[in-house]
């Protein structure tokens, strides 16, 4: 593996893990582009809301429950090519 691919790897494994360990409500565009298709697609059904510029959140423990099924059972529904993720992006997610 690359250094490139660990530390990409190493920056999705911490912002799933964040989100376990300390799910807060959040808008769906903060969610990393590489991981959004998969939450979306784990979103089918449940309730979003939107926030006062009308733009789509996604509930705390909606998230959790994501990561929790991405990091503990099924693993993404698609690969990641790790060459491709913008590990500085996916730091300043943890952040927000």
Known sequence: MTTHNQAAYDALRAYLTHLLLAPQDR???????????????????????????????????????WAHQVVHLTGLTYPIEL?????????????A
Not at 31 to 46: I, M
Not at 83 to 95: C, E, F, P, W
């Open 27 to 65: 808008p769906l565009d903060t969610v990393p582009s590489p991981l959004r298709a998969d939450l979306e697609s784990f979103l089918h059904g449940k309730t979003l809301y939107h926030d006062a510029a009308d733009k789509p959140v996604v509930y705390g423990h909606d998230l959790a429950a």
């Open 83 to 95: 060459a491709t993720v913008d590990v500085i992006n996916l730091a300043s997610a943890l952040a």
